[in-house]
């Protein structure tokens, strides 16, 4: 990757500094569910107030569409940014013109201010060189600490960059850093497990991974799809038989690339797709005619475990099974808290990342044991799937 600037290469007392982060938190009413990338971007914020800057935060909340909705106001996370930051944070009611302008004026160093909703204006996600000019206008430099918002070629996270000296924040940081060594340039060998339902929203996922892992492991419903391309009976398990064919095509490009592929020798099968269902455990070829799949099964387990042995890097998308169903969440979890105890080992590096795989891994209880979690989810997926994050380039054009 080409080099990015980082908060270590500039001198940002008395600046305006402008910091796009995502605090596209889930919300229960006025209530933050989750303050995970909250505390994501507390040390890039703290150490810009600390350091005497003018921080000017820069965000989306929800999908307004590009109009002014009360209803996804940045303003209802405020207090809980507050509580995180354990600082005072001043809000403008919009993120640019006269009143972006005012606030900005008013700021004295180590004050923070946060915008409204960027996604108020058309102009964000069209990425609108007028509107990035006004965003431009508020700022010194640009800081972008919002990796799991890089992927979208918006005028926050895109169009201002190529306008500000831009660097990247502290969380950009760690998160490009662990998926460079997770990826880019791992100690192998490395595996990969994805899973999830389906193939067909992960096909340049998996496509990208055979090429770069030496193994791949594939779990949940997607697992069904290839188990059925090589012939198995999987009785009700969810399947997409269209897809049969991409599934060799897949297996096919594995080999060539001296990827192993790792499925499920048995199953954990069930008639009903709820929690607590009657279940047994079965070979993957001797699935019921009336059963689905909806874990993997012991023997499956002890396989993965041992493919974790021999590996030195580990990156992780999907779940296993039906997890937020048990007993369906066994395999999940009991992949997670070997990965994890390899990790306290010191023997595996461990980068997981997407909204589900998450939430998985916390039901574990092992997130705090991995070596990186990644607080995104569509970014990612792109990542995994060897794109181009427009956020992430637009660090490393040169101004
Ligand atoms: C996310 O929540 O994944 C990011 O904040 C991006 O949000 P978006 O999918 O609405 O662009
Ligand atoms: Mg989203």
């Known amino acids: ?76 996370i405020l207090p809980a940014l507050e509580q995180t930051l354990k600082q005072d944070v001043h809000f403008a009611d919009d993120c640019v013109g006269e009143a972006a302008e005012a606030a900005v004026a008013k700021l004295t160093p180590g004050d923070v201010l946060l915008l409204e909703n960027t996604r108020f204006h058309a102009g964000e996600e069209k990425n609108d060189p007028a509107f990035a000019e006004a965003l431009a206008r508020l700022g010194d430099i640009y800081v972008d600490d919002a990796f799991s918002a ?28 662990a998926l460079d060594k997770a990826l880019s340039s791992p100690e192998r060998p490395v595996v990969a497990i994805v899973g999830g339902a389906k193939v067909s929203t992960k096909l340049d996922l998996l496509g990208n991974l055979v090429k770069r892992v030496d193994a791949l492991v594939i779990g949940g419903g997607m697992a069904n799809t290839f188990l059925a391309a090589q012939g198995a009976e999987i009785g009700k398990s969810l399947c997409e038989r269209d897809l049969l064919d991409t599934a060799r095509e897949i297996i096919a490009k594995a080999g060539e690339a001296g990827c192993e592929i790792v499925l499920p020798v048995d199953g954990r099968v069930a008639k009903e797709f709820r929690a607590h269902a009657e279940n047994r455990v079965v070979a993957t070829d001797h699935v019921g005619a009336d059963e689905m799949i909806l874990d993997i099964g012991p023997k499956s387990i002890e396989r993965v475990a041992q493919v974790l042995d021999g590996a030195k890097t580990l990156v992780w998308n999907g779940p296993f099974g039906a997890f ?14 070997k990965a994890a105890a390899l990790t306290r080992e010191g023997r595996l590096l461990t980068v997981a990342g997407g909204g589900d795989t998450v939430a998985a891994l916390n039901a574990a209880g092992v997130a705090d044991d991995f070596s990186y979690i990644s607080t995104a989810g569509g970014a990612f997926l792109e990542w995994l799937e060897g794109k181009e994050l427009p956020g992430v380039a637009a660090l490393t054009a040169t101004k």
């Open 150 to 177: 890089a992927h979208r070629a918006h005028a926050s996270t895109e169009g201002v960059a190529r306008l500000l000296p831009a660097y990247a924040g502290r969380s950009m940081q760690a998160e490009l850093d």
């Open 1 to 76: 990757m080409a080099a990015y600037k980082t908060l270590d290469d500039v001198n940002v007392a008395g600046k305006r500094v402008l910091v796009r982060v995502d605090l596209n938190v889930p919300m229960d009413g006025a209530r933050v569910t989750d303050d995970t990338r909250l505390r994501a971007v507390a040390p890039t914020i703290n150490e810009l107030a600390q350091k005497g800057a003018k921080t000017i935060l820069l965000a989306h909340f929800g999908r307004p569409k590009g109009k002014r909705d009360e209803s996804q106001s940045l303003k209802a």
């Open 324 to 337: 937020e169903m048990q007993p369906f969440d066994e395999g999940t979890v009991a992949v997670a808290k």
